[in-house]
């Protein structure tokens, strides 16, 4: 939170008055910000940054490179932003919502990414009806894929994962 706040210090003295940006995070550093997991993390990853403070972002370790991995998250991510409480002079900050970054995490192969899942605190806050909306609709996690391999590759982590733990959420 601190560093966010001081980027936004920046930003207000950097940027003419009146200039609204906003920022879109996920990844671990988000899951930590929602206080779905209490790991450490070197960097933030931001989705959606204006595009006029990327290059004041290295800066403060917030990786805009996750770009790439935009098709992990379900098509209207958007929809469902979550404004972090932070009262930024010149930045609106969000998260994508629990269950968007679980079916980003679900498309990945890392070790660190399964883990984040299935902690207790992520499993007992998530929402598992749209969870599973956002799996199966043919408009969400469908919709955004790189193709249709790497969503059947996710469709079989997402059953195995609804099957293995949407108990211990209920």
């Not at 629990?98 to 207790?120: C, G, H």
Request: charged share 30%.
């Amino acid at each position: 939170m601190e560093r966010l706040l001081r980027l936004d210090e920046d930003v207000d003295l950097i940027f003419p008055p009146g200039k609204r940006f906003h920022l879109v995070i996920v990844g671990g550093s988000a899951l930590i910000l929602l206080e779905a997991i209490s790991r450490a993390t070197l960097d933030i990853d931001a989705l959606d940054a204006s595009a006029e403070l990327r290059g004041l972002l290295e800066k403060y370790d917030i990786n805009c490179r996750v770009m790439t991995y935009v098709n992990n998250f379900p098509y209207n991510y958007e929809d469902r932003l979550v404004p972090l409480p932070i009262q930024g002079k010149r930045i609106d900050f969000f998260t994508a919502s629990l269950e968007d970054i679980v079916v980003a995490k679900l498309y990945s192969d890392r070790d660190t990414d399964r883990q984040d899942v299935i902690s207790p605190e992520v499993l007992a806050m998530l929402d598992w009806d749209k969870l599973e909306h956002l799996a199966m609709d043919e408009d969400e996690a469908k919709a955004s894929a790189l193709n249709d391999r790497s969503y059947r590759q996710f469709r079989a982590n997402y059953d195995e994962y609804a099957k293995r733990y949407r108990l211990c959420g209920s």
